[in-house]
Nanobody
Framework: QVQVVESGGGLVQPGGSLRLSCTAS????????MAWYRQVPGLQREFVAA???????MYADSVKGRFTISRDNAKNMVYLQMNSLKPEDTAVYYC?????????WGQGTQVTVSS
């Protein structure tokens, strides 16, 4: 079963940017839609953005216009470019298939937006 590893998180000031990467241990070509999710301690994991195999995208309203998701099927990678970050974007970010998260969840990458 394909596993994923997320990276690229960190501490950033409000208004700053980060680029997250998701590396899959196997091919993601046959996974129609890959997504980023995020979770704040004590709350449910929530959908952030998704991208189809062809590059069509969808976003949660809270990140629309600020985040951009993309994927490289040849490299088995998914990216999340996050701009104009807000304190409410602070969370652990994960990637997986969407809507059914059929891959093995990774450890996630922590994003903290704070001055």
């Amino acid at each position: 079963q394909v596993q994923v590893v997320e990276s690229g998180g960190g501490l950033v000031q409000p208004g700053g940017s980060l680029r997250l990467s998701c590396t899959a241990s196997g091919s993601i070509f046959n996974i129609y839609r890959m997504a980023w999710y995020r979770q704040v301690p004590g709350l449910q994991r929530e959908f952030v953005a998704a991208v189809t195999r062809a590059g069509d995208t969808m976003y949660a309203d809270s990140v629309k216009g600020r985040f951009t998701i993309s994927r490289d099927n040849a490299k088995n990678m998914v990216y999340l470019q996050m701009n104009s970050l807000k304190p409410e974007d602070t969370a652990v970010y994960y990637c997986n298939a969407y809507p059914g998260a059929v891959l093995i969840w990774g450890q996630g990458t922590q994003v903290t937006v704070s001055s």
